[in-house]
């Protein structure tokens, strides 16, 4: 059970490119999100869905997008990356199970840089 | 909206010595209230959690946090801090029917010898 995997765990990108950022998870949960880490800021969220084909969005979604084809993935897109977007990017998923107080589970990180 | 707010940016103690995190809260109603440890390059793990029932809430690692609705508060302790527990711990907050957690800003706790 290798609960919730991140790929890549470090990138560089030169502004104007595009990636994709994959989570993974292996635990059945019906809800996924998508953070950015920022020193002093927290975590804040950028999308965030609540099931296969479902996807909405959070705090700070401008730049990116997101996609959740099957249950188990839920995909972050940077279409043109900006210097701005260079962060700490964590994916977590959770259970719902009729309660919201459900923890939620984070992978390692994704560390990307936008030159 | 639901908010959280936790004081200190960064606390230092030394070895041995009693530890405790502050973190405030901002809900009209019952609130869920969690606390999360990340170590350095690591994502975040979950300490313990608070929905309803007994305010005092036991976690892992020998941590602790009560809540305390007059003061709007869920303040992480610990009576004795190892070397391994430096790292930045997050609160957060969520609410019934609400799928989303709102985190604080994060205290990063640094240990002494």
């Known amino acids: 059970n290798a609960g919730v995997t991140q790929t890549p765990k470090f990138r560089v990108l030169k502004t104007g490119q595009s990636m994709t950022l994959l989570c993974a998870q292996d635990m059945n949960h019906e809800y996924m999100y998508w953070y950015r880490q920022d020193p002093g800021m927290g975590l804040r969220l950028i999308h965030y869905s609540v099931g296969e084909g479902t996807t909405a969005k959070g705090e700070v979604p401008d730049g990116y997008n997101v996609s959740r084809l099957k249950k188990q993935n839920f995909l972050l897109g940077l279409e043109s990356a900006a210097p701005s977007q260079t962060s700490v990017y964590f994916c977590?998923?959770?259970?719902?199970?009729?309660?919201?107080?459900?923890?939620?589970?984070f992978g390692p990180g994704t560390r990307l840089t936008v030159l | 909206a639901q908010s959280v707010t936790q004081p200190d940016i960064h606390i230092t103690v030394s070895e041995g010595a009693s530890l405790e995190l502050r973190c405030n809260y901002s809900y009209g109603a019952t609130p869920y209230l969690f606390w999360y440890v990340q170590s350095p390059g690591q994502g975040l793990q979950l300490l313990l959690k608070y929905f309803s029932g007994d305010t005092l809430v036991q976690g892992i690692k020998g941590f602790e946090a009560e809540f305390k609705r007059s003061q709007s508060s869920f303040n992480l302790r610990k009576p004795s801090v190892h070397w391994s527990d430096a790292a930045e711990y997050f609160c957060?907050?969520?609410?019934?029917?609400?799928?989303?957690?709102?985190f604080g800003t994060g205290t990063r706790l640094t240990i002494i010898p």
């Open positions: 977590a998923s959770s259970h719902w199970g009729g309660r919201a107080y459900n923890e939620q589970f």
């Open positions: 957060a907050v969520g609410n019934f029917g609400n799928e989303k957690l709102t």
